[in-house]
Structures are given as structure tokens and as C-alpha cells.
T-cell receptor, first 107, second 114 residues
């Protein structure tokens, strides 16, 4: 059974700081990995999708990497802003979500 | 940008009542999914649906749950006899294909069972 863990569970950083969120998984037989953000009481917004044959994807200030052999993915956020405050979830297809990292960016 | 639409955004129902949660997936998508998130907990997979039948379901998706695509646009989740522990946010998602591309999620229906 696929287990997906995200560390840290919560993170508080001052505005402007670069940060890394971690996602680890136990079964490397995945189709792809997707990073989402979830604002309180809201739905899931897709940030980045990394297909199993890829090693990283970039979108604006976000960069996600995937290392299937070690069962890890990281989400790098550059120059964090208060609007980045949300819970970040990694999800492995097939269908297993991580535990989430709640990020607070302090202005 | 195409969206997955879910209605209602919030539903309150009495224990033992039947509820139907509705979703309109993106029109050219072929795979449909339901997830739920109990307050403060992980997002959990319930069921996937393709070609008018369930392709995969989790242990959570017991006989109280059913899904249907009654017409060409809607995808519904029915809970026959709601329990207090069914209170959660329910998310619908769709994708063009299985696994190769990402999922698009709706904004969710908050179900409160009283």
C-alpha cells in the first residue's frame, strides 16, 4: 500500500524567503506526481504535474522535482509571498495524497 | 480555463437521509473521481469511473455509496443513508486519461450530517 508523507507538517517563514517542501512515498511504481495547494475550506488547485519519466517541472516561482528511485519529491518556492500561505499537498497517481504541509508566510 | 463544477457548495442533511452530490466534469475528460476530506484529515480516494462503470474503489466506498453518470455531462455521488461520520468535504475530479496527465478538481461540496 502506497504511503505518502510530507515533511514538515507546518512551516512558518518570513516573506521573501526561499523554501522547500518535501514529499516521500514508499512505492515508486507511479504514473505521475502532482502538487496542489488548498486554501482553507476551499478546493484543490493544481500547481505542477511531473510525469513519471520526468525529473522536474517549473512554473513561475515554483519548481518541483521527482526522484522515483529514492521515493522523493520536493517543491521549491522562491521569494515567498503572503499569498503563498496555504496547505500544500503532493498526490501520486494512482490516487494517494500526502499528509500536507501547512505553510504560513509572515509579511 | 475549463473547470470542474460541483453543486451544492454546502449541504446539511439529517442522519439517515439520502444525499446526492453533483459534479460536472470537464467536457472532453473521460475519467472521473470522487474524493473526500474529513475536517483536519487527509484527502482520501473514494472511487474512479470510466466508460460508465467503476474502475477502482477504496475500502471507504461501501454499499452506502454509489456513483452514476446519468447523462452526458453530470457525474453524481449518492450516499443512501447518511451517518454522522460522512460529514466531510467531497471533491470531484476529472482527467483526460488515466495517469498520464493531471487531475482537475472541483471546489468541493461540504456535507454536514446532523
Amino acid at each position: 500500500k502506497q504511503e505518502v508523507t510530507q515533511i514538515p507538517a507546518a512551516l512558518s517563514v518570513p516573506e521573501g524567503e526561499n523554501l522547500v517542501l518535501n514529499c516521500s512515498f514508499t512505492d515508486s511504481a507511479i504514473y505521475n506526481l502532482q502538487w496542489f495547494r488548498q486554501d482553507p475550506g476551499k478546493g484543490l488547485t493544481s500547481l505542477l504535474l511531473i510525469q513519471s519519466s520526468q525529473r522536474e517541472q517549473t512554473s513561475g516561482r515554483l519548481n518541483a522535482s521527482l526522484d522515483k528511485s529514492s521515493g522523493r519529491s520536493t517543491l521549491y518556492i522562491a521569494a515567498s509571498q503572503p499569498g503563498d500561505s496555504a496547505t500544500y499537498l503532493c498526490a501520486l497517481m494512482k490516487v494517494t495524497f500526502g499528509t500536507g504541509t501547512k505553510l504560513q508566510v509572515i509579511p | 480555463e475549463p473547470e470542474v463544477t460541483q453543486t451544492p457548495s454546502h449541504q446539511v442533511t439529517q442522519m439517515g437521509q439520502e444525499v446526492i452530490l453533483r459534479c460536472v466534469p470537464i467536457s472532453n475528460h473521460l475519467y472521473f473521481y470522487w474524493y473526500r476530506q474529513i475536517l483536519g484529515q487527509k484527502v482520501e480516494f473514494l472511487v474512479s469511473f470510466y466508460n460508465n462503470e467503476i474502475s477502482e474503489k477504496s475500502e471507504i466506498f461501501d454499499d452506502q455509496f454509489s456513483v452514476e453518470r446519468p447523462d452526458g455531462s453530470n457525474f453524481t455521488l449518492k450516499i443512501r443513508s447518511t451517518k454522522l461520520e460522512d460529514s466531510a468535504m467531497y471533491f470531484c475530479a476529472s482527467s483526460e486519461s488515466k495517469g498520464a496527465v493531471g487531475y482537475t478538481f472541483g471546489s468541493g461540496t461540504r456535507l454536514t450530517v446532523v
